[in-house]
């Protein structure tokens, strides 16, 4: 018991909520889906033929997000 509670302790240290591993659970709602779908869709580079467009200046995506490192908190 008391090591689960140095555990949860940690993880409010680092400002990780049980509420945002949401996300992974079985049982999602439409919505919650819905914004997970989109998310996913963002979180990729751009193309390749973009990047070598003449006039741009764009090199990759610095939105991409890591499923480890930033976590979406919804």
Known sequence: M???EKIGKRREEKGEERDSIIGGSAHKT???KR???KKQRQN???PQWFRLKSDTNIQYNAKRRHW???KLHI
Do not use: M, S
Request: glycine fraction near 0%; hydrophobic fraction near 40%.
């Open 30 to 32: 439409f919505r919650l």
């Open 2 to 4: 008391v090591e689960t």
């Open 68 to 70: 480890r490192r930033t």
């Open 44 to 46: 990729r580079p751009i």
């Open 35 to 37: 914004t997970l779908a």
